[in-house]
């Protein structure tokens, strides 16, 4: 084990000591009830509202009570949650169709399942079908583009429960969207507030989230505290399997060791496992010093962790030193010494594992001599001090940001720091709080450098929403976009057309090699892991879905306690 290794080790252990002495805390029987979980999290949100500025960390807490269109399970099976058939071009519910201006496009019937309401009893119908897709296609408002509602050029309302969206173009994700918000009662909002500033500073959502009438799963956001916890019970208007459990208690900590000590002191019953939780390496110690006390539930996942390059800074533009920052970062030392081998190097944005994976594209293992020589040919040498300089004096420093808080981010953000160093590049760390992250840092790009996050590519995303030039956020399109990095190139922008376009597995495969080689050579961002889908639970936890591909929490009524 290398030095950098023997040393987070050791801060490891001491934290799962100080956590095995922490007393319990008075939370601890109301945890222990059968009827209820408790859950330990990090980073509260910063909004409610299910469709603005969503990132992971919201998609995991919301899809308890608003539920989307459709999703993906741990089979990689899409089904209808709130629709009654799953539109395929076999079962005519979606087909190709000729376009006004000559072009493909297609046409998408969707229908809601019957019965289904909002928490206050107004039946769900196409109208909140019809606002919701208004509002996603309103620029002034900028709604996410996970699954979004903005890709359907038009709508057409053809009963209570039926609507058929035509797109203006041939897309594979064309039977996957996002969730709906109710028109019976964000309609006036957005009538009156017809800007994002104002909208989500009245939005129900952010006023009065417990207002049962914004949610239609299968419970109901029923108590909150900011900054401390969120409450859901079931909501009596689920036309679907009834939960099985009374509470769902969401219990905010400030840090991965609170949640460690929490977990084990009983306060909380479960934890999910980095990003928003513990970190790979705390599961790891406690599963091998406490076996048999929890269950540890780990999957594949679709979740990649990636430092974002901000091409707008001068030095990150040049492609020789975007690559060979990747070459400087050992990122199979970090995996085998922090997550025991079992958090798989990213060799790009799909894994190893997934179908579309290319085998052949471009590899950056870890050649820290490789990395000096690609500096070297951009104009910089090793200074005085180590560190590499320009023909004009420049240092080769740039800040590396990320969330404080979250274990495993700093832990890495220090090891990259130290490796970097060995390649004269200097890192200085900015750890700062999650709303700054997500707001000024990463929608508003004011980082300087380097920004760490994860994003993740599900089944049904396209990589449009971190690698297309119209996925940039700005204040034109008010901060929607994964494209921190504001990467803009025609030939991937074209490469991602024609993937979306890819209706047969084997012409996807194609695509998909395609826009993986171009980000391979351009580096946008530097892919370094793919988080397995963890969490650490209580044993007497059944049907957990873990290993989903869209949020778990949209099956959250099968939860039960035994």
Same mark, same amino acid.
């Given at each position: 084990?290398?030095?950098?290794?023997?040393?987070?080790?050791?801060?490891?252990?001491?934290?799962?000591?100080?956590?095995?002495?922490? *007393?319990?805390?008075?939370?601890?029987?109301?945890?222990?009830?059968?009827?209820?979980?408790?859950?330990? %999290?990090?980073?509260?949100?910063?909004?409610?509202?299910?469709?603005?500025?969503?990132?992971?960390?919201?998609?995991?807490?919301?899809?308890?009570?608003?539920?989307?269109?459709?999703?993906?399970?741990?089979?990689?099976?899409?089904?209808?949650?709130?629709?009654?058939?799953?539109?395929?071009?076999?079962?005519?519910?979606?087909?190709?169709?000729?376009?006004?201006?000559?072009?493909?496009?297609?046409?998408?019937?969707?229908?809601?399942?019957?019965?289904?309401?909002?928490?206050?009893?107004?039946?769900?119908? =196409?109208?909140?079908?019809?606002?919701?897709?208004?509002?996603? =296609?309103?620029?002034?408002?900028?709604?996410?583009?996970?699954?979004?509602?903005?890709?359907? #050029?038009?709508?057409?309302?053809?009963?209570?429960?039926?609507?058929?969206?035509?797109?203006? %173009?041939?897309?594979?994700?064309?039977?996957?969207?996002?969730?709906?918000?109710?028109?019976?009662?964000?309609?006036?909002?957005?009538?009156?507030? *017809?800007?994002?500033?104002?909208?989500?500073?009245?939005?129900?959502?952010?006023?009065? *989230?417990?207002?049962?009438?914004?949610?239609?799963?299968?419970?109901?956001?029923?108590?909150?505290?900011?900054?401390?916890?969120?409450?859901?019970?079931?909501?009596?208007?689920?036309?679907?399997?009834?939960?099985?459990?009374?509470?769902?208690?969401?219990?905010?900590?400030?840090?991965? #060791?609170?949640?460690?000590?929490?977990?084990?002191?009983?306060?909380?019953?479960?934890?999910?496992?980095?990003?928003?939780?513990?970190?790979?390496?705390?599961?790891?110690?406690?599963?091998?010093? %406490?076996?048999?006390?929890?269950?540890?539930?780990?999957?594949?996942?679709?979740?990649?962790?990636?430092?974002?390059?901000?091409?707008?800074?001068?030095?990150?533009?040049?492609?020789?030193?975007?690559?060979?920052?990747?070459?400087?970062?050992? +990122?199979?030392?970090? #995996?085998?010494?922090?997550? /025991?081998?079992?958090?798989?190097?990213?060799?790009?944005?799909?894994?190893?594992?997934?179908?579309?994976?290319?085998?052949?594209?471009?590899?950056?293992?870890?050649?820290?001599?490789?990395?000096?020589?690609?500096?070297?040919?951009?104009?910089?040498?090793?200074?005085?001090?180590?560190?590499?300089?320009?023909?004009?004096?420049? +240092?080769?420093?740039?800040?590396?940001?990320?969330?404080? /808080?979250?274990?495993?981010?700093?832990?890495?953000?220090?090891?990259?720091?130290?490796?970097?160093?060995?390649?004269?590049?200097?890192?200085?760390?900015?750890?700062?709080?999650?709303?700054?992250?997500?707001?000024?840092?990463?929608?508003?790009?004011?980082?300087?450098?380097?920004?760490? #996050?994860?994003?993740?590519?599900?089944?049904?995303?396209?990589?449009?929403?971190?690698?297309?030039?119209?996925?940039?956020?700005?204040?034109?399109?008010?901060?929607?976009?994964?494209?921190?990095?504001?990467?803009?190139? *025609?030939?991937?922008?074209?490469?991602?057309?024609?993937?979306?376009?890819?209706?047969?597995?084997?012409?996807?495969?194609?695509?998909?090699?395609?826009?993986?080689?171009?980000?391979?050579?351009?580096?946008?961002?530097?892919?370094?892991?793919?988080?397995?889908?963890?969490?650490?639970?209580?044993?007497?936890?059944?049907?957990?879905?873990?290993?989903?591909?869209?949020?778990?929490?949209?099956?959250?009524?099968?939860?039960?306690?035994?």
């Amino acid at each position: 084990m290398t030095p950098v290794g023997k040393r987070l080790r050791s801060l490891l252990a001491a934290a799962l000591a100080t956590a095995v002495l922490t *007393p319990l805390s008075v939370d601890s029987a109301m945890a222990q009830a059968k009827d209820q979980l408790v859950v330990g %999290q990090l980073q509260f949100l910063t909004n409610f509202h299910p469709l603005v500025q969503v990132n992971n960390t919201k998609r995991l807490v919301i899809n308890y009570s608003l539920r989307p269109m459709t999703a993906f399970d741990e089979n990689v099976i899409n089904h209808c949650v709130l629709c009654e058939t799953l539109p395929t071009i076999e079962n005519g519910m979606a087909k190709i169709v000729d376009l006004p201006d000559g072009k493909k496009g297609m046409n998408v019937t969707l229908k809601l399942r019957e019965g289904l309401a909002w928490g206050d009893g107004v039946p769900v119908t =196409s109208k909140d079908i019809e606002f919701t897709w208004k509002m996603a =296609s309103d620029p002034k408002i900028g709604f996410t583009n996970y699954n979004s509602w903005a890709r359907a #050029s038009e709508l057409k309302v053809v009963d209570d429960r039926t609507v058929q969206l035509t797109i203006p %173009q041939v897309i594979s994700s064309y039977n996957s969207w996002d969730q709906v918000i109710p028109e019976h009662l964000e309609g006036p909002v957005y009538a009156a507030n *017809p800007t994002l500033d104002t909208y989500i500073k009245q939005s129900l959502y952010n006023t009065e *989230p417990t207002n049962p009438g914004l949610w239609n799963g299968s419970y109901l956001l029923s108590d909150y505290e900011i900054g401390t916890r969120i409450v859901f019970t079931p909501n009596p208007k689920w036309p679907g399997e009834k939960p099985h459990l009374q509470r769902i208690i969401l219990s905010y900590r400030d840090n991965s #060791s609170s949640l460690l000590q929490n977990l084990l002191a009983g306060s909380v019953e479960a934890v999910p496992v980095s990003p928003g939780g513990i970190s790979f390496s705390q599961m790891l110690d406690l599963k091998s010093q %406490q076996p048999d006390k929890f269950t540890y539930h780990m999957a594949y996942g679709t979740n990649m962790e990636r430092i974002a390059v901000n091409f707008d800074n001068p030095i990150l533009k040049d492609k020789s030193v975007r690559q060979a920052l990747l070459y400087s970062i050992d +990122r199979q030392a970090i #995996s085998d010494e922090l997550f /025991g081998g079992l958090q798989p190097v990213a060799n790009g944005i799909l894994s190893n594992e997934n179908t579309y994976y290319n085998k052949d594209v471009k590899l950056y293992s870890y050649d820290a001599e490789k990395a000096k020589e690609l500096l070297a040919s951009a104009g910089w040498k090793p200074g005085d001090d180590g560190i590499c300089v320009n023909d004009k004096g420049d +240092r080769l420093s740039l800040e590396l940001v990320s969330t404080a /808080g979250n274990q495993t981010r700093e832990q890495i953000a220090q090891v990259i720091q130290s490796q970097l160093k060995d390649v004269c590049v200097e890192i200085t760390n900015n750890f700062v709080p999650l709303q700054e992250f997500n707001g000024e840092m990463a929608r508003k790009r004011k980082f300087k450098a380097l920004i760490m #996050s994860s994003i993740d590519f599900s089944p049904s995303v396209s990589p449009r929403i971190a690698l297309g030039s119209d996925a940039i956020p700005s204040a034109g399109n008010n901060g929607v976009g994964n494209n921190f990095s504001a990467y803009s190139n *025609p030939e991937m922008d074209k490469a991602i057309s024609d993937l979306e376009s890819a209706l047969d597995p084997d012409t996807a495969k194609q695509k998909w090699a395609k826009v993986q080689d171009i980000f391979a050579e351009d580096l946008p961002m530097l892919p370094l892991y793919f988080y397995p889908r963890a969490y650490v639970t209580v044993t007497d936890l059944k049907n957990f879905r873990q290993g989903t591909l869209d949020p778990l929490q949209i099956w959250s009524e099968e939860w039960r306690r035994q």
